[in-house]
């Protein structure tokens, strides 16, 4: 087969464009050189560690028993889900929940030395204490659990929130309920009222009790029994009580 004038222009012309697309070679280099980057060159010998996002390193080897978040981080595989835990960053933590117990702290550990009338003021936030619910103190070294007591007044304006022994607010031992302390939460602060000039280390976190809505328990649903209903209720009605 022979080739014309034009023939032999495009073969040209053909020649010229692959050979500018070769790559010259270099002294020393070969077929097996590594281009890739350092992070690259790991992944592909195995040995990525998975603190990076995006890619999944190795089960046996890196991060076992875990799964990869969008952002990169690790987290427990098979976390077995919580009733009571209230951090929402928890893994275990359930959302939407229906009932359950909520705690947060609104008063963080620290010690205080309380002035002549027995007055201090815990650094803490008074607004995150509810009209209802329970105070878990931690009093110098001590356990309580106090419900929350609301005062309002004659407008129905709430004036403060209190828990504790109010002996040491009012001075009468007909008001005394046995705790060596009262906490007052209001809008200019949260006060402890206790013994005079001594040192006393104290931190507390509310506990909240959400109930199952009425609603939800109705004759539309499937049959409840009374132990159910006790089982769901127990602990609001021992709240009422306390409360009481």
Known sequence: MQLDENGLRVLV?????QLGEKVDAVPGMGLSQNSLTDADRLILDGQYDGSGPGLVPDGQEAAPETYLRSDGTWAPAGVQSDWEESAAESPAFIQNRPFGRTRFMVIPLQALVTDGTGTANPNGDASLVPEEGEL??????????????????????????????????TGN????????FCLIFSASGI???????????????????RILDAEWVGMDMDPITDTEIDRLFAG?????????
Not at 236 to 244: E, I, K, L, P, Y
């Open 136 to 169: 878990r103190t931690e009093f110098d070294g001590q356990q309580f659990t106090l419900p929350l007591q609301p005062e309002y007044n004659a407008a129905g304006i709430l004036i403060c929130i209190r828990a504790g022994n109010r002996y040491f607010e």
């Open 13 to 17: 012309r053909w020649l010229l464009e």
């Open 173 to 180: 031992r007909a008001d005394s309920t046995g705790e060596p």
């Open 191 to 209: 006060r402890l009222l206790t013994d005079a000039g001594k040192v006393h280390r104290i931190q507390a976190e509310v506990e909240i009790l």
């Open 236 to 244: 609001a009605v021992d709240q009422v009580h306390m409360g009481g």
